[in-house]
């Protein structure tokens, strides 16, 4: 990458040495613009690749010649930090090492060990519904007769892969609680997909993630290949976070919340996560999360980035495991205190049920605690399993001698299901 603000025998020179101490050969040079300096005619012992603005001149150089590592010799005031985070992502999803004077960046190792048709399930942050969206998935593809097995990569998972064969478990607080006694974080995701969507799942763990993904230490290689032994038919890889199973699979579905900054959906990386993905989901697509507007802006900066892309704007919507017409509920979530009363009708209607008290602290137990002390009578707890669900809303349940019911978020979009079936279809061939 050059430009025409450097004096072009320094730019030569520079190529000249970044050759020589890397090693490489040079294939081309994306010229990204600049005039201050530049001379008609300057002969740069490559082909010069031009675009109409820096960002679409490196994406023709990707396309057009076969390359390893993109090397930066440009600069302000030709490109600045969102040009370069771009060419960033271009390269990572091209395979490319994105190397400059400070910085290099490497596209995620994602390695070749599923034997079966594969999905993954990724997201661009925390509480954005992937694990939900992923179990909504795996109750989908087992309903359409796909046999799904699931690996799930999370914060608290064990330290050698753990299978939990979900179509035997009994979804009661009895075995989380055991499970938590063993010394288990029988609130982390492959306890609540097993429990939730009945499914056989593979629990991992990951510490540590990259710019674009990566996980630091994670054993889901490992995981992977337990799950290219059970009696399954398709295996469905659940990311963690902003981080991605380090696995190659057949289809990638992307989660974002509308709620987030664009710019962590469509500028720094969350361009590269788009580029690879072949699905969109925008959860939490309504007020007063994310209006219309705010919907419709999101989706127009992911246009710019991949217009080719389907996106399907989803809401989330409580579903409890198991009948709880006619009961007195607290129900505990992580959802936003300012979308609880919503969610909190939504199962008055659905569900018959009276919802008394209602608390979206799941995730922070200080305040969690502080709530339900200060909750009126009820007849039994419903809870997401999720962060303290289980040390405290679940144990706290058996000491009152309260029922602890389980519910799980269903999302909800127009054409979601078609969109996701024909990813699935498409795997399996």
Request: net charge negative.
């Amino acid at each position: 990458m050059i430009d025409g603000e450097h004096y072009p025998p320094v730019v030569l020179d520079a190529m000249r040495s970044v050759e020589g101490s890397m090693g490489a050969v040079g294939v081309a040079a994306a010229f990204l613009g600049g005039t201050e300096k530049l001379k008609e005619g300057t002969d740069y012992g490559l082909p010069l690749v031009h675009g109409d603005d820096p960002v679409s001149a490196v994406a023709r150089a990707l396309s057009e010649h076969a390359v390893d590592v993109v090397v930066d010799l440009s600069d302000e005031p030709v490109i600045g930090y969102r040009e370069r985070m771009r060419i960033a992502s271009l390269s990572l999803a091209e395979g490319a090492r994105y190397v400059g004077s400070d910085f290099e960046l490497r596209p995620p190792k994602l390695r070749d060990v599923s034997t079966k048709p594969s999905l993954a399930v990724v997201g661009t942050g925390k509480r954005v519904g992937k694990t939900a969206v992923s179990g909504y998935l795996a109750r989908l593809l087992a309903r359409e007769g796909f046999d799904p097995g699931v690996v799930s990569m999370g914060r608290g998972g064990p330290p050698r892969p753990e299978v939990i064969e979900g179509h035997k478990l009994e979804v009661g607080s009895a075995y989380l609680l055991e499970a938590l006694e063993r010394g288990a974080h029988a609130a982390s995701d492959y306890y609540e997909t097993a429990a939730l969507s009945r499914v056989t799942t593979v629990g991992c763990r990951r510490c540590g993630g990259g710019l674009a993904g990566e996980p630091f230490v994670s054993n889901v290689l490992e995981g992977a290949g337990i799950a290219n032994d059970l009696r399954t038919g398709v295996t469905l890889f659940d990311g963690s976070g902003a981080a991605m199973p380090p696995v190659r699979v057949d289809a990638r579905i992307l989660v974002a919340g509308a709620h987030q900054d664009p710019e962590y959906v469509a500028g720094y990386l969350g361009a590269y996560r788009l580029m690879i993905s072949d699905l969109l989901l925008l959860t939490m697509s309504e007020e007063p999360m994310a209006g219309e507007e705010k919907v419709r802006d999101l989706i127009e900066r992911v246009r710019e980035i991949r217009p080719d892309l389907p996106v399907v704007p989803t809401v989330f919507r409580p579903r409890p495991v198991g009948d709880v017409s006619g009961l007195r509920l607290a129900y505990v979530s992580t959802a936003p205190e300012s979308v609880l009363n919503k969610l909190a009708r939504h199962l008055e209607t659905r569900y018959g049920c009276e919802v008394a008290a209602a608390s979206g602290n799941l995730s922070d137990r200080r305040r969690l605690a502080a709530d339900l002390d200060g909750m009126p009578p009820v007849d039994a707890y419903l809870t997401e399993i999720k962060a303290a669900a289980i040390d405290v809303i679940t144990r706290r349940g058996a000491e009152e001698g309260r029922p602890v019911l389980y519910c799980d978020n269903d999302p909800v979009g127009e054409g979601l299901d078609g969109e996701l079936l024909r990813l699935a279809r498409g795997a399996v061939g």
